[in-house]
Nanobody
Framework: EVQLVESGGGLVQAGGSLRLSCAASEFTFDDYAIGWFRQAPGKEREGVAC????????YYADSVKGRFTISSDNAENTVYLQMNSLKPEDTAVYYCALLPGVVRGTINPANFRWNYWGRGTQVTVSS
């Protein structure tokens, strides 16, 4: 069974930075994507970033473009989300998810049904 474990959340002041990690294990897929999602209370889940293992294609939501950076360490099966210039509206539970069997190209997380999810990590940005 695929396991995804997020870490790195916490409380930070506006303008600060955090780096989230998503450690993936127990999977044997060759072609997959890892996405970062977030959900704030009372709001719909939003896909904020995604990286495609096939070709490294990356997607960012407009709300985080220029502030967040997704990267991967394939040797460690870990995907990171570097979040800079954080805003109070970035406050949410952040989840990573894995989508197997993807083809090359940029993947918009909203267009797919993701198979595997982590439990999430809380990010709180104070004003």
């Amino acid at each position: 069974e695929v396991q995804l474990v997020e870490s790195g959340g916490g409380l930070v002041q506006a303008g600060g930075s955090l780096r989230l990690s998503c450690a993936a294990s127990e999977f044997t897929f060759d072609d997959y994507a890892i996405g970062w999602f977030r959900q704030a209370p009372g709001k719909e889940r939003e896909g904020v970033a995604c990286i495609n293992s096939n070709d490294g294609s990356i997607y960012y939501a407009d709300s985080v473009k220029g502030r967040f950076t997704i990267s991967s360490d394939n040797a460690e099966n870990t995907v990171y989300l570097q979040m800079n210039s954080l805003k109070p509206e970035d406050t949410a539970v952040y989840y990573c998810a894995l989508l197997p069997g993807v083809v090359r190209g940029t993947i918009n997380p909203a267009n797919f049904r993701w198979n595997y999810w982590g439990r999430g990590t809380q990010v709180t940005v104070s004003s």
